[in-house]
């Protein structure tokens, strides 16, 4: 069973930058790709950016130029790097991860764009 465990979300002005985290229970190189989605209220969960155990990675046309995501082999970790945040950014977002043998998400870390 793998864990995620996200952190790193907050109230950010529009404009500004948060980079969340994502600690990951065992090696990232069991798993075949994660991710990070997230939803709004009233919507469903959308993706934002996803990376692969080869590096490469996919993003949603509304975070491409903004958000980058990242991972570190040695501290079993993802991150999700969102720059030049925007009032519709604001949503729960959550770490996936997927493996041969599941797919496993984290329990969210909430993100608000306000002035």
């Known amino acids: 069973q793998v864990q995620l465990l996200e952190s790193g979300g907050g109230l950010v002005q529009p404009g500004g930058s948060l980079r969340l985290s994502c600690a990951i229970s065992?090696?990232?190189?069991?798993?075949?790709?994660m991710g990070w989605y997230r939803q709004a209220p009233g919507k469903q969960r959308e993706l934002v950016a996803t990376?692969?155990?080869?590096?490469?990675?996919n993003y949603a046309d509304s975070v491409k130029g903004r958000f980058t995501v990242s991972r570190d082999a040695a501290k079993n970790a993802m991150y999700l790097q969102m720059n030049s945040l925007k009032p519709e950014d604001t949503a729960a977002y959550y770490c996936?991860?997927?493996?041969?043998?599941?797919?496993?998400w984290g329990q969210g870390t909430q993100v608000t764009v306000s002035s």
């Open positions: 996936n991860a997927r493996s041969l043998w599941g797919d496993y």
């Open positions: 065992e090696s990232i190189f069991l798993l075949n790709s």
């Open positions: 990376i692969t155990n080869f590096g490469s990675t």
